[in-house]
């Protein structure tokens, strides 16, 4: 049932990018395995990442990712039962253990599990750090660990920019597998590195280029773009994060002070 749920939603997405006009590009499925599990490292620029990430593996022999994605996303209301349904894996950030364990027990399975190493997207477009979870799943497992880079999609939506006029181009590039012998750190900051090459490669094959100054946010600023630096971005990703902080602590504070 969940496969089937989920091939009808892969068919949806299709019909829906079509329609919008929305221009597909992908190389390297090849470096998918045909069979057998895997991880799938893959930057985070925006909210339809994951969907447009499974395209190139849906070009290998029409497989599916199983993507690990933050738990309240399987509690929303509409969201939740589809997740649940293509049995995605949810992960409690304050407690992951359990969900490493779901994902492990996936791949040894046999199943592609799809990896945001970054853990939040970016906002500079750049590749943030990274966690090294998507490493050392792919050790415990004994699996391939595959990077991937998706560029476009942040034009479609992501955070303060939605945007769904015909024609935008989204481009998604697989590496070669990384081996993930050593230690999980360094192997992390490899697997950095080579996000980031194959973000510029994909950002240079890209055919289509800002229209003008204020159109520039989607491009990294190194690029004559005018989003944020990583530095900049991480300064707005703490102002985010405390003025969140303050709003839950007055609405706490706010709840008890009413009455019993």
Not at 112 to 120: D, H, W
Not at 133 to 143: E, I, L, S
Not at 164 to 171: E, H, P
Not at 228 to 254: C, I
């Amino acid at each position: 049932m969940g496969d089937f749920t989920y091939r009808r939603i892969v068919s949806a997405a299709k019909g829906m990018f079509a329609a919008l006009g929305v221009k597909v590009s992908h190389t390297g499925s090849e470096h998918i395995p045909a069979e057998g599990g895997a991880v799938l490292a893959i930057n985070h620029i925006g909210y339809l990442d994951f969907v447009f990430a499974g395209i190139p593996v849906d070009a290998r022999g029409h497989r599916l990712v199983r993507f690990m994605a933050k738990e309240e996303a399987f509690t929303h209301r509409v969201s939740g039962p589809l997740m649940r349904s293509m049995q995605h894996i949810p992960v409690d950030r304050a407690a992951g253990t359990a969900a490493f364990r779901v994902a492990v027990a996936a791949l040894k399975a046999g199943e592609l599990v799809g990896v945001f190493p970054e853990a939040t997207m970016s906002r500079s477009i750049e590749i943030k750090e990274i966690k090294s979870g998507a490493v050392r799943m792919a050790r415990a497992a004994k699996v391939p660990l595959i990077p991937m880079v998706v560029f476009g999609t942040q034009r479609l939506i992501t955070y303060g920019h939605r945007d769904l006029s015909r024609g935008t181009a989204v481009f998604i590039t697989v590496g070669e597998p990384i081996p993930t012998s050593g230690d999980p750190e360094e192997v992390a900051l490899v697997l950095r590195a080579r996000l980031q090459e194959l973000l510029d490669d994909t950002i240079a094959r890209y055919p289509q280029r800002p229209s003008s100054p204020d159109d520039g946010w989607w491009m990294p600023q190194r690029l004559g773009g005018t989003a944020p630096t990583l530095e900049e971005a991480a300064v707005l990703e703490a102002e985010l994060v405390a003025t969140r902080a303050a709003r839950k602590a007055a609405k706490l504070a706010e709840q008890g002070d009413q009455p019993a």
